[in-house]
């Protein structure tokens, strides 16, 4: 198995929901990436949904500093500072969890804890919690300030580049959708045609 | 109840119609004072020792290089490093349980050049020893003063100064790099107050100069100049010196002989600032001449590190800087002191960005002193300490009618 790769650190925790801090700007997990967090015993598995970045002090607004540069490099190499006050965080929703060995697609008994790791999942664990649709269930149903629509599609294009046929994988997802928005032919559509290579 | 402003505006509109009634004399006074400054037939050798044995109640700025000269800022080395530091405190509260202050100290070192770099920190400490909330005089003569209050505010900057020698110990050799205080590097709290001897001995000789002393030895295989910056400075030093050179008597002694003077020569700059001097004749980037403190406190013992200073026009605002004796008489310090200064504001909106920066570590808000508050009185209650408060502290938070 690759090594995990750190992306963050939780700072606000839910049953459904996580935020995390990205420990270096800008380097945040792609929209829809799996991501995970906990220890051996109890490993959370989340979606990410949302993703800001933001001055570190809520009463600080950044403000434009390039009219005299030639590139946004320089803005950032004459003020050094500004990577130590601007931050980025993504928030991600809970869409399984592990206990030991066995793996869940449905909420986990408790929250993320504050300050706990967060980890960008290797391929093969990608593939390993994407042998079940149960997210999507979660996805459709989050109620989220970002469309559903919008999620589900992102969340299975990056599942599917864990995959050696990602086509077989979305043409199964899409299989399942089919029947999980029977009655909501529109959004079925607005997914199929976000996911259709 | 908040204050009722509609009492106060039309106080506001008294004081407006008077300062707008004065003005035509103060934009007189001002074109004297800069028809004094470029008097080309000033004798300024004369009038350098006339400041010298002058005795005046005013403060006169002593003369290094003339009066009008102004100097264009020279280029900006290729790598250099900004330090800076800054503080804030919460005072000792008589009404409350635990007698203890806090001091938090910003710091900040920015790099720039090919490998620019950021490190910010802030460093509280917390003093609450019995030999810590007092200055005590060595021996047994003297009555131990608190550290509060005024005390505790040059305490604090002697807390900034003392940070500032430590980061600067941390740059590599052969560097290029100026470390920034706010305010005067003249201990002004020190100087009004009369203060026990050993007040002094303990926070200037023994602290601020030690380590401003600390810093001037870093120059031995590294280029490390030092300043503190004023915004908007309300001083009249230099003014000062014009009225002395505009004084016709030979000897000047504010107490003994100006109140028989017929002439009041002087009397035709009084009120202007220096700030609006300069502002007339400094383009941007320039900087004025460089003038000497001839404050008591400085004279009696500021030594090697006398303060000496200089005005700086930047986005439009003129600045005082002040350096000690050791970096106004190197030229490159002076010159290094210039440029970074004069980057530092324009990298930071017109106010130099390490001290901004610095400020920003530095700062406690008054939500941060009602947690800190909070924070001493619940450990006392998860010891069971008795935590008793005063009444008045007690109405100031619970308010009711």
């Known amino acids: ?197 | 109840m908040s204050l009722d402003l509609t009492k106060v505006a039309a106080q506001v509109g008294n004081m407006v119609a008077r300062l707008k009634a004065s003005d035509e004399e103060r934009r007189r006074r001002l074109q004297t004072a800069l028809d004094t400054l470029n008097d080309k037939s000033l004798d300024l050798e004369g009038l350098k020792k006339k400041i010298e044995s002058s005795q005046t109640t005013w403060l006169v700025a002593g003369l290094t290089d003339g009066l009008s000269p102004r100097y264009k800022a020279p280029p900006l080395p290729p790598e250099f490093s900004i330090l800076a530091t800054d503080g804030s405190h919460i005072d000792v509260d008589r009404h409350q349980s635990t007698r203890c202050y806090l001091i938090n100290i910003g710091a900040v070192v920015l790099d720039y050049g090919a490998n620019p770099r950021a490190f910010l920190d802030s460093f509280p400490s917390l003093y609450f020893g019995d030999e810590e909330l007092v200055i005590a005089p060595d021996g047994a003569k003297g009555r131990a003063q608190p550290i509060e209050g005024a005390l505790l505010g040059i305490k604090r900057g002697v807390d900034e100064c003392r940070r500032l020698a430590e980061l600067a110990k941390e740059l590599p050799k052969d560097s290029s790099s100026l470390a920034l205080l706010d305010g005067s590097l003249i201990l002004w709290g020190l100087a009004g107050q009369s203060y026990p001897e050993f007040v002094t001995e303990a926070l200037l000789i023994k602290g601020f100069l030690r380590y401003l002393e600390e810093i001037r030895r870093l120059n031995a295989d590294r280029r490390l100049a030092l300043a503190s910056y004023i915004s908007f400075p309300r001083s009249s030093d230099v003014v000062n010196a014009l009225r002395v050179a505009r004084c016709p008597h030979e000897i000047i002694d504010t107490d003994q002989l100006c109140g028989e003077c017929a002439s009041r020569e002087c009397e035709a700059v009084a009120g202007v600032q220096d700030r609006e001097l300069f502002a007339n004749t400094l383009e941007e980037g320039e900087r004025s001449a460089l003038f000497s403190s001839q404050s008591k406190i400085v004279k009696d013992h500021y030594g090697g590190h006398w303060v000496h200073f200089f005005y700086l026009r930047v986005d439009g605002e003129i600045a005082r800087v002040e350096i000690p004796q050791w970096a106004a008489q190197d030229e490159s310090l002076l010159d290094l002191t210039h440029s970074l200064v004069l980057d530092q504001c324009r990298r930071g909106q017109g106010y130099p960005v390490a001290l901004a920066e610095a400020h920003e570590q530095a700062v406690v808000t008054g939500a941060d002193r009602e947690s800190f508050w909070q924070l001493v009185e619940s450990l006392l209650i998860g010891e069971h300490l008795p935590t008793p408060t005063s009444a008045k502290s007690f109405s100031k938070r619970t308010r009711w009618v």
């Open chain 1, 1 to 197: 198995m690759a090594e995990k790769e750190r992306v963050g650190e939780v700072i606000e925790a839910s049953t459904t929901t996580l935020t995390a801090q990205c420990y270096e700007l800008y380097e945040i997990p792609p929209l829809g990436s799996l991501v995970k967090t906990g220890d051996s015993s109890a490993e959370l598995y989340a979606i990410v949904y949302n993703a800001a970045t933001t001055s570190l002090e809520p009463g600080r607004r950044p403000i434009a500093r390039g009219k005299d540069e030639t590139s946004e490099e320089a803005i950032y190499r004459s003020s050094p500072q500004l990577a130590k006050l601007l931050r980025s965080e993504f928030g991600a929703v809970v869409v399984g969890h592990k206990e030991g060995d066995r793996l869940y697609h449905h909420l986990p008994p408790q929250p993320a804890r504050i300050h706990s790791f967060v980890y960008q999942c290797p391929p093969a664990e990608v593939r390993e919690f994407g042998q079940s649709f149960d997210f999507l269930n979660i996805l459709l149903n989050a109620g989220l300030p970002v469309p559903a629509e919008e999620l589900v599609s992102a969340a299975l294009r990056q599942m599917s580049r864990a995959h050696k046929d990602p086509r077989a994988f979305l043409v199964a997802a899409g299989k399942e959708l089919a029947i999980l928005l029977s009655g909501n032919l529109n959004q079925l559509k607005a997914i199929l045609g976000r996911i259709k290579q």
